[in-house]
């Protein structure tokens, strides 16, 4: 693994010709230790987001002991590369081979489910375990989330009585979870949700030990920048603390994104400009799925040595490097009015869904990884903001 300086330093060292990922432990770290000390419950991190070893190493020195796997294949990684780690394997459709081998191989102890018909498999599939955590995924609102995740999984409230009393029988702590969506934009998400918990637990009259509110957790991104974290933290302890539970029920939290998004970016080049329509060298099939399918705008800067900040800025699109028309970014993204062919952009905030959705695609992949040392392109966790300046373009400081 190379190490540099910066983003900047990246490009004019290696001028390469194919796209680079580049990551940033320190910020991934600094993430981590925020939602250790400060969320008020235990942080799982959500494995799909980014299965990279190198950061769930990171992560595991910074203090997240505990993983949210949804597959088998993930439950393998995070046990080789962490074999102390705390597995809760929260996909609630599973095979039953894969819960398993979770259970008598990997030590794996928390399941979720959202029916009975899962319930089972859990019982069989362990040969009746009396030393199961079972969470039942109620169905919430997806409102205020950038990317629903309501109609998949969850069970209803009116099924929830029965599901909860079933799996009480059977379970030796019983939880409750649901997942707002991803990038959810208002700590309201959480505390309707949990208004949801209180209803199935007073409505089954079980004794609940764990309320899990699962992931959601915002990233800054142009055009969503989001309330401090602190803001979500507080409203979820209080309506967790007026929750009718014991004092001893454990409240979890699942982040993916939030813990990762400012984990790594990319550089890329400009092999061709048309008018506002940039053609670069990764896209819809490498880091950037969001940006094209989703409509994500990412955070850019020109990797420029002579940069000014007086530069006019334009918005462009992007092209990615496929044959295909889908490989299409619309942004917009602002960049200097006056790029061109052979210029390097960074672009931001792909450490979460960016890298884990690459494929090789028409023969376009991105196998250089560089670590940089410098600040990711926006950070939610700075503790004081510094010279950083709002700009697009970098600042070469002598
Ligand atoms: C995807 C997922 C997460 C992580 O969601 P983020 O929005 O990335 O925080 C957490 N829990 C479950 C069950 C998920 O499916």
Redesign the pocket.
Known sequence: MYKHHSALGVALSLRPAAPVTLIRPQAAARAARFFAEKFPGRSLY?V??NPSPTLLKTLWTAGITHY?V?SIVEVRLVRRTLPNAKLCF?HPVKAEEAIAEAYFKHGVRTFSLDSLEELSKIVRATKGAEDLELCVRLRVSSDYSKLS?ASKFGCELSDARELLMATRQVADALGICF?VG??AMSPHAYTQAIERVRAAIVDAAVTVDIVDV????PSSYPGMEPPPLEHYFGAIHRAFESLPISYSAELWC?????LSAEYSSIVVRVERRRGQELYINDGAYGALFDAAHLGWRFPVRLLRPEANDETDTESFSFYGPTCDDMDHMAGPFDLPADIKVGDYIEIGMLG?YGSAMRTDFNGFGAETVCEVADEPMTSLYREEVTVEKRSNVVQIRR
């Open positions: 959500a799909k987001a949210d949804a929260m995740l997942h991803s990038q699962g992931g959601g957790f699942e982040p993916g994104r939030a979460a």
